[in-house]
């Protein structure tokens, strides 16, 4: 845990009784952009709010859309239903906010993931540098592949998602100049939740030479893992740990601590702040990698844990990009 990340939790607690007293008549709601399922990412939000309620002494309510126009409804129906705090993941929220906080200016609106320009007072951010995160996860590729060709799957072609897929392939350059770099993504229909077009994706790369493969598909993510058991390659993947479902198949993961920023916010905004936003990268301890803890890779079931000189480099860099030895460029901005 970075002296950064230390500061807000001690902050936090510091503020713990009398947030508590503010916030024990108070409601959060956490609207998901999709199901939650098998999908990490929501589920950490699931988590978060949960985490935040018990902190501060708030009911809690989860509405799951399932539909483009389940958010905008759950989103009404969590200010109909008395919300003090709103919570939404993801940019499938940024035009909805927009309206509802000016509709809704006693509510507490906080966009997890995202951000939107010309913010209200009543509307607040969490966002990450996702793209450091995935960089580490490029020059574990980088130094293990053997066919100097790697890969990385994604949701959907949009300029955020690009914090995964040019973070990853800047990492693997930075250690293998020379190494092909395959990017494709699930488009369709369902992008964030088609295991079936996920793997399709990571079946073609590998045929096509990929030895190793980064998932940044969301709830597709378990149709690259099988493709990944099928086919005999191995992947990184993202948000959480998901070694011990799949044992022997994923090296690293690019993880996001979206549960801890959502505290962390949520207490920020019970303080009375206005246009809360907070940027979390690896020096902030809001992403990371398994790498990274040293002390707990051989129990993450990882198996990063065979390849001590790679998460000694992932290491070295991380620390190099916290104490701003080596600068990224955020890809979402080229």
């Not at 713990?16 to 939000?45: E, H, R």
């Not at 350059?173 to 088609?194: H, L």
């Not at 073609?204 to 998932?215: E, K, W």
């Not at 809001?286 to 803890?293: F, K, Q, R």
Request: hydrophobic content about 45%.
């Amino acid at each position: 845990m970075t002296q950064t990340w230390k500061s807000l939790v001690v902050a936090g607690a510091m503020s713990l009784a009398a947030s508590t007293a503010i916030a024990q008549d108070k409601m959060f709601v956490y609207v998901s952009p999709d199901p939650i399922g098998v999908n990490a990412f929501l589920k950490m939000g699931q988590t978060g709010i949960e985490a935040a309620g018990a902190k501060y002494g708030a009911s809690v309510k989860t509405f799951e859309s399932k539909t483009a126009a389940e958010r905008v409804e759950n989103v009404n129906a969590a200010v109909n239903e008395g919300a003090d705090i709103v919570v939404m993941l993801g940019f499938e929220f940024n035009d909805i906010v927009k309206e509802a906080a000016a509709t809704a200016p006693d509510v507490e609106f906080l966009i997890v993931d995202q951000c939107i320009d010309d913010r209200p007072a009543n509307v607040h951010c969490a966002v990450f540098r996702e793209y450091e995160a995935s960089y580490l996860m490029g020059v574990a590729a980088g130094m293990l592949t053997q066919s100097n060709k790697v890969g990385v799957v994604g949701a959907l072609d949009i300029p955020f998602l690009h914090r995964y897929t040019d973070g990853y392939a800047q990492g693997v350059k930075s250690v293998k100049p020379d190494a092909e770099v395959d990017i494709r993504w699930v488009g369709g229909e369902n992008p964030f939740a088609d295991p079936v077009r996920a793997k399709e994706q990571a079946v073609a790369m590998n045929a096509a030479g990929a030895d190793f493969i980064y998932t940044a598909t969301a709830g597709g993510d378990f149709g690259v893992f099988e493709a990944a058991k099928e086919k005999n390659f191995k992947v990184f993947s993202v948000d959480v740990n998901h070694c011990p479902e799949v044992p022997g198949i994923i090296i690293d993961q690019s993880l996001k601590q979206v549960d801890n920023a959502l505290v962390a916010a949520v207490g920020a905004i019970l303080e009375g702040q206005d246009s809360v936003f907070m940027a979390l990268g690896i020096k902030e301890g809001g992403v990371g990698a398994i790498a990274l803890n040293e002390a707990g890779i051989a129990d993450s079931k990882c198996l990063i844990a065979d390849h001590p000189d790679v998460a000694a480099k992932m290491r070295e860099v991380a620390g190099q990009i916290a104490d701003g030895t080596l600068t990224l460029k955020d890809p979402m901005f080229p």
